[in-house]
């Protein structure tokens, strides 16, 4: 049975009943759950959806504002919801909320410098292209999985072309296609977690030198 914050649907009866079972759960609890809750009816990608799962979000975080725990997720699913609906300036701001957040509150932190990272450059918001680097270097020796690394090199490779870095350009590429072939994720039990699935044409066009 489907727990009661993670439907699908929003229909009258799933709106009572989520709010009825939120007023009586643990107030320290509450945050949380608006947030799977928002987070299961992104994953739908349904318009209607959509937008009450921004409600949820902005109830959240305007109810809880001291919730930490859960903030940065909060805005990235915002940044998400924009993103779906191709608002990609309000997605790109709420991106940025949550990495602002995460320097502060580092104990949780989301993939929101990822999608940040892309959405800037597929944008081409060349103003954002030196401070984005920043971002990319700092959170460099981290990354662990072969999906992030191919994103990661193929955007410091796209914003080294844009200053006519070409050497460096290229140093990003190659290890970018590196990272497509890495079969495993280099985890011993999750052996083929975060490997590249599907190539994004869209980075690998910009990147070409």
Request: net charge negative; proline share 1%.
């Given at each position: 049975m489907t727990e009661w914050y993670r439907r699908k649907t929003w229909a009258k009866?799933?709106?009572?009943?989520?709010?009825?079972?939120?007023?009586?759960?643990?107030?320290?609890?509450?945050?949380?759950?608006?947030?799977?809750?928002?987070?299961?009816?992104?994953?739908?990608?349904?318009?209607?959806?959509?937008?009450?799962?921004?409600?949820?979000?902005?109830?959240?975080?305007?109810?809880?504002?001291?919730?930490?725990?859960?903030?940065?997720?909060?805005?990235?699913?915002?940044?998400?919801?924009?993103?779906?609906?191709?608002?990609?300036?309000?997605?790109?701001?709420?991106?940025?909320?949550?990495?602002?957040f995460e320097t502060i509150y580092p104990n949780v932190r989301t993939q929101a410098y990822l999608d940040y990272s892309e959405l800037v450059v597929k944008t081409n918001k060349l103003e954002l292209f030196d401070e984005l680097e920043k971002i990319l270097l700092e959170r460099y020796s981290g990354l662990m999985f072969p999906i992030e690394k191919y994103k990661v090199n193929s955007i410091l490779s796209i914003l080294n072309k844009a200053k006519g870095y070409q050497a460096e350009a290229r140093k990003y590429a190659d290890l970018a296609e590196k990272s497509v072939t890495t079969e495993t994720s280099g985890l011993r039990y999750h052996k083929y977690l975060g490997v590249v699935q599907e190539r994004d044409n869209w980075l690998d066009n910009l990147v070409q030198l």
């Open positions: 009866i799933d709106e009572e009943e989520f709010f009825a079972k939120l007023s009586r759960a643990r107030k320290d609890g509450r945050a949380q759950y608006l947030k799977i809750q928002a987070i299961e009816l992104v994953s739908t990608q349904n318009k209607e959806l959509l937008r009450v799962a921004e409600k949820l979000l902005n109830k959240m975080l305007t109810e809880y504002p001291d919730d930490n725990f859960n903030k940065s997720s909060a805005l990235y699913t915002l940044g998400d919801i924009y993103k779906i609906n191709e608002d990609y300036k309000l997605a790109i701001g709420f991106y940025k909320q949550a990495l602002d």
